[in-house]
Structures are given as C-alpha cells and as structure tokens.
C-alpha cells in the first residue's frame, strides 16, 4: 500500500479507490494478472492512469491494496455460544477463504506488495480482531480461553504456513484439528 496519505477519506477519494479497485478485481477475473496494466485498470475506472500511480505507485501497490481490502472481514465472527463453537466456525471460514484459489492469490498480492511489512501487519491485525471478539465472548459467558498470542499461534499460524508453503487438501477437520490441541493446552 502507498504510505502516502489520503487527503480525503469519503467524497471523491471514495469514490476513486472503490472504482480502482472494482475495475482491478473484474479486469483480474477477466484476464488474469499475466499482462494487467495500469492504463487498463484506470480505463476501466474511468480515471487517468497518473490517479493510479499517484495513489498507488506502481501495479504490484495497487494489487495489494485491493488484496488487504478483499481480506478485510466483513463483521464480527458469529457468535454460536461456545468457545469450541466459535473457533471451530472461525478457523473453518479462516481457511476456506484463504485456502481457495482466489484467497491464496489475495495473499499472494497483499505480500509482494509489501516492501516494509505493513500488508502482512494488516492481515495479521484483521485475524487478531476476531479473534479477540471471540475470546471475548467466552470469557464474558464464564468459559475459560486462551490468550490471543497463543490462538494466533495455535490456529493462524499454521493455516497460513500450509497455504503459502504446503499447498494441498486443506480441510475443515484440519482446521478444527488446530482448535481441539489449542484447547486441549
């Protein structure tokens, strides 16, 4: 993501960044990345390609920046009314989305467009928010949960691991595999 800051966060910077990244997803799902231009995307936006380069700096910036919007949860995690619950549902939903195809290249983007560890930070911190939610709620029902240092190591961790360095069948009995040891601590 470009460090510069935005001098406006709603109006017609809103409305620039939402039409950038709209045209950058569809041309993605039309094309591919092989031979993905910033003319092209800013054509498709309806912005001029200086906008993008302005904003973004470069391809590789733009794509992360739509990758890190992309992997921005939606709301809070469901709440199921247990830990066990919670977590299992979490970390099935953690690795279902990040382990798909399109998932995985949302990863792939956010981190080589991420020279100084920024993006990596966000997808971490996005994690640890619903994750903490969870915790939360247990700990607010009389249940007793791990810290949030342990569960990012117990669940995120390794999912993310066999997604960036292990491809294969990921499942569900994988990731609720993780939350049974993380709770059997």
Known sequence: MSTRPTTRPGGRSARVQQSVHDAARDLVAERG????????IAARAGVTPSTVYRRWGDLQELLADVAIAHLRPDGPPDDLGSLRDDLDAWAELFLDEMASPPG???VRDALSGDPDGRNAGQCSA??????????????GRGEEAPGLEDTMDALVAPMMYRILFRPG?????????????????
């Open 33 to 40: 990345r092989e031979g993905l231009t910033v003319p092209m």
């Open 169 to 185: 069948a990921l499942t569900a009995d994988y990731a609720r595999g993780l939350v049974d040891a993380l709770l059997a601590r």
């Open 126 to 139: 996005y994690a640890a928010e619903q994750l903490t939610v969870i915790l939360e709620r247990a700990v």
């Open 104 to 106: 995985r290249a949302y």
